[in-house]
């Protein structure tokens, strides 16, 4: 079925390091995206979003690029510190259905110090 | 202002037991949304409101999940009879409206173990 997936289920970085958290889509006609942190015994938190009309869009410490023609979307992290270790989903809204999030099944970003 | 909130944030049953797990959005949201999140997996849509209306009752697994939603506030997802495999994080998330898809916040969950 359609799903939106991830390609690494955890990644390790390097404090200081900048990370890239991956993500594939499989509905083109999906038109909003967002990226959540869950970290360990709470809600998801939103950090960013990007609409399809957008290639790129920039937050602190925080880019989202959205690549249309593959269905990729990806999160990087700045000068990644302990704190960002979380794991992150991805979501997507469909044009059909503006009121619910498919959700990818997550991927742990592990800080090292 | 204060975000979602969610109660019990724990809950342990019995399996066959009712339970009801209760939902707070942020003031004047209009739109509310339950999901169910498997241990280590992504978030499952379950239902949402739009005022006190559901549209979309879709996602609910089983005629014995039930939700309501009173004054386009507080909502209440009923689980009845519960089973093992109910277990899960129930997270709530509220927006501005569903029309314009506005940021979905959550809250912190409810933690339900059925034994």
């Known amino acids: 079925g359609e799903s939106v997936g991830l390609h690494l289920p955890t990644l390790s970085v390097q404090e200081g390091d900048n990370s890239i958290i991956n993500c594939a889509y499989s509905?083109?006609?999906?038109?909003?995206f967002i990226w959540y942190k869950q970290e360990s015994g709470k809600g998801p938190q939103f950090i960013i979003d990007?609409?399809?009309?957008?290639d790129k869009r920039q937050g602190q410490r925080v880019t989202v690029l959205l690549n249309k023609t593959v269905k990729h979307l990806s999160l990087q992290i700045a000068a990644t510190q302990p704190g960002d270790s979380a794991v992150y989903f991805c979501?997507?809204?469909?044009?059909?259905?503006?009121?619910?999030?498919?959700f990818g099944s997550g991927t742990r970003l592990l800080v090292r110090p | 202002g204060a975000g979602v909130s969610q109660s019990p944030s724990n809950k342990v049953t019995e399996k066959g037991k009712d339970v009801e797990l209760r939902c707070d959005p942020i003031?004047?949201?209009?739109?509310l949304y339950w999901y169910r999140q498997r241990l280590g997996q992504g978030l499952e849509f379950l239902i949402y409101?739009?005022?006190?209306?559901?549209?979309?009752k879709s996602g609910l697994p089983s005629d014995r999940f039930s939700a309501e939603r009173t004054g386009e506030s507080v909502s209440t997802l009923t689980i009845q009879r519960t089973q093992q495999e109910d277990s899960a994080v129930y997270l709530c998330?509220?927006?501005?409206?569903?029309?314009?898809?506005?940021?979905?916040?959550f809250g912190p969950g409810t933690r339900l173990l059925v034994l």
């Open positions: 409101f739009q005022g006190n209306s559901a549209p979309d």
């Open positions: 990007i609409r399809s009309n957008m």
């Open positions: 509905n083109s006609a999906s038109d909003y």
């Open positions: 003031s004047g949201h209009t739109a």
């Open positions: 998330a509220s927006s501005l409206s569903v029309v314009r898809k506005e940021t979905q916040y």
């Open positions: 979501a997507e809204n469909r044009m059909d259905s503006s009121y619910k999030l498919i």
